[in-house]
Every structure is written in structure tokens, then in C-alpha cells.
């Protein structure tokens, strides 16, 4: 699959087939993920996977009421959860250096971003799930201190497709020389 055909197709999936995922296609995944570029190469992020049905169950649990992606992270064969080592990425002699502080969230989405597009031309389904309580799933998966959880996706192969969402014309999105500038 092409790139760019790979970014205008792929979808949040919330529904997973029980089938098992191959090792050598996890590993595909988490390769993507690991060539994500990050500040000054700090490389902060770190993947937690999780295949134990009771551990999803928990982890499931700690989303929000009303987090569509409740079943999808408990019944997916896997669940991978982004962690940053903080302090490290947007920092240089141990000072923050932009007005943004740590920046371990662009590190992290930017591995996400190739981890979910990687998943979908195997074949896979995934979803980026952030509506969660950090601290909890941290418990769960012994997280240590300094280190913190960032977002979810559930990784398998989709039950159905995704839904295809309205997207802003790039004359809505984009200014030439300043902002609001058409």
C-alpha cells in the first residue's frame, strides 16, 4: 500500500475480529513505530503490549463512560499502550527549551501516527484512544515513576470497516504568509 493511500484510508476501528495477530506483523507495527522521528532523537516513547484478557479487561475499565472504544480495547487480541519517558524530549542541558514544555506528546503522536498506519496496510485496525484515567492504567501495568501513559489502541483485524469522516477543504485549513490569510 502506497502512503498517502494509506493516510486517506485508514479509520478509527472499534469493532475486532478474535483472530490472532502474527508475531512477525506486532513487530512490523512497533518497527514503524520506532523510526517515528523525535526531538534531538531522544526517543522517549515507550509500548507496552498486552494480549492477557483480564489485564484488556482492566484497562478497559479505566476509559471514560462514555469512551466509545470501551469493547474494542477489551475484546481486540491486543492492546498497546504509548508511555513517555519524560523530561527528555524538548529539553536540551536539562532546560526546557520552547513555550510548549516537555514535549513527549508530539514524540509520542508522531510514533502512533506510524504505528496506525503501518497496522492498516496489514490489514489491521486500530483506533487512538486517549480518553482514559493515565494514573490507573499506569497501576495496572506497573508504570514507574517519571514515565507516562499516553494514549491506547486496540490492534487487530477489523469486524467492519471504519466509517469515512467529512474532512475540511485545505482552503479552510491553510494561509499563505500569515494566518488568515487566504
Known amino acids: 500500500m502506497e502512503v498517502f493511500e494509506a493516510i486517506k484510508t485508514r479509520r478509527s476501528i472499534r469493532s ?3 483472530e490472532a495477530i502474527p508475531q512477525d506483523e506486532i513487530s512490523v507495527v512497533l518497527e514503524a513505530a520506532r523510526w517515528a522521528p523525535s526531538w534531538a532523537n531522544t526517543q522517549c516513547r ?6 492477557n484478557s483480564e489485564t484488556k479487561a482492566k484497562l478497559a475499565d479505566a476509559l471514560t463512560s462514555w469512551n466509545p472504544a470501551y469493547k474494542a480495547v477489551k475484546e481486540a487480541p491486543i492492546v498497546i499502550v504509548a ?5 527528555k524530549s ?3 542541558q536539562g532546560e526546557t527549551v520552547t513555550d510548549k514544555g516537555d514535549w513527549y506528546m508530539f514524540d509520542v503522536a508522531l510514533a502512533m501516527q506510524n504505528l496506525t498506519l503501518a497496522a492498516h496496510s496489514l490489514g489491521l485496525g486500530t483506533v487512538h484512544v486517549g480518553a482514559f484515567d493515565a494514573q490507573k ?4 501495568l506497573n508504570v514507574p515513576e517519571g514515565v ?3 494514549e491506547m ?6 469486524a467492519k470497516e471504519g466509517k469515512t469522516t467529512k474532512r475540511k ?3 479552510e485549513l491553510v494561509f499563505h504568509e500569515s494566518y488568515g490569510q487566504k
Open 137 to 140: 492504567v499506569a497501576q495496572i
Open 148 to 150: 507516562a501513559v499516553v
Open 83 to 87: 508511555c513517555a519517558e519524560l523530561g
Open 16 to 18: 475486532y475480529t478474535s
Open 169 to 171: 477543504e485545505l482552503s
Open 90 to 92: 524538548g529539553f536540551y
Open 46 to 51: 515507550r509500548f507496552v503490549v498486552v494480549q
Open 153 to 158: 489502541t486496540p490492534l487487530g483485524h477489523p
